[in-house]
C-alpha cells in the first residue's frame, strides 16, 4: 500500500512567522509555488501561507496602489498576521489514497506533512496530477 511518504515532496520551502508577506510573495513567484508551510527554528509546523492568502492580504488593483508601494507595505507585514493555523497535517504513513480523499473532499490543495510536530514533507494536488499521468502512461500500450 502506497503511504503519503511515497509521494510527498520532502525538499520544502519554508519560512518563520517573522518573515514578511514580501519575502513570501517573491519566494511563491521564484520558485513558483502556491503553498508555504511556516515553521519555528526547530522545524516545528506552525502554519501555512497559500497564494489565496497573499492575495486577500493585497490592496486592491482598484486602489491604484504601484507595485513598489505594495512591496513597502508587504515588507512592513509579518508571516504571523496572515498565515493560517488551523491547518490539516497528515503523517507520513497515512495511506495515500486518505490524503487523496481529504484533499478531494475538503478542497484544499495542499496537506502539510507533519510527524512528532516536526514538517516533513508536503503533498499537493499537483503530486496527484503527477501520479495520474504516470499512472494512465503506465496502463497505454507500447508501441511494438
Same mark, same amino acid.
Given at each position: 500500500? #502506497?503511504?503519503? @511518504?511515497?509521494?510527498?515532496? %520532502? /525538499? &520544502?520551502?519554508?519560512?518563520?512567522? =517573522?518573515?514578511?508577506?514580501?519575502?513570501?510573495?517573491?519566494?511563491?513567484?521564484?520558485?513558483?509555488?502556491?503553498?508555504?508551510?511556516?515553521?519555528?527554528?526547530?522545524?516545528?509546523?506552525?502554519?501555512?501561507?497559500?497564494?489565496?492568502?497573499? #492575495?486577500?492580504? @493585497?490592496?486592491?488593483?482598484? %486602489? /491604484? &496602489?504601484?507595485?513598489?508601494?505594495? =512591496?513597502?507595505?508587504?515588507?512592513?507585514?509579518?508571516?504571523?498576521?496572515?498565515?493560517?493555523?488551523?491547518?490539516?497535517?497528515?503523517?507520513?504513513?497515512?495511506?495515500?489514497?486518505?490524503?487523496?480523499?481529504?484533499?478531494?473532499?475538503?478542497?484544499?490543495?495542499?496537506?502539510?506533512?507533519?510527524? %512528532?510536530?516536526?514538517?516533513?514533507?508536503?503533498?499537493?494536488?499537483?503530486?496527484?496530477?503527477?501520479?495520474?499521468?504516470?499512472?494512465?502512461?503506465?496502463?497505454?500500450?507500447?508501441?511494438?
Amino acid at each position: 500500500m #502506497l503511504k503519503v @511518504t511515497d509521494l510527498m515532496t %520532502a /525538499e &520544502v520551502f519554508t519560512l518563520g512567522a =517573522e518573515d514578511t508577506l514580501q519575502s513570501a510573495r517573491q519566494l511563491m513567484l521564484l520558485q513558483r509555488i502556491r503553498h508555504v508551510p511556516i515553521v519555528e527554528a526547530s522545524g516545528d509546523f506552525i502554519g501555512l501561507l497559500t497564494h489565496r492568502d497573499l #492575495l486577500s492580504a @493585497t490592496i486592491s488593483k482598484l %486602489a /491604484e &496602489v504601484d507595485p513598489e508601494t505594495q =512591496e513597502e507595505i508587504d515588507s512592513g507585514i509579518p508571516i504571523k498576521e496572515i498565515m493560517r493555523t488551523d491547518v490539516v497535517v497528515v503523517g507520513s504513513n497515512l495511506p495515500l489514497r486518505d490524503a487523496a480523499s481529504i484533499l478531494l473532499n475538503h478542497k484544499y490543495g495542499c496537506l502539510p506533512v507533519v510527524d %512528532a510536530g516536526r514538517l516533513v514533507g508536503i503533498i499537493t494536488e499537483a503530486d496527484f496530477l503527477k501520479l495520474t499521468i504516470s499512472l494512465m502512461d503506465a496502463l497505454e500500450p507500447s508501441d511494438m
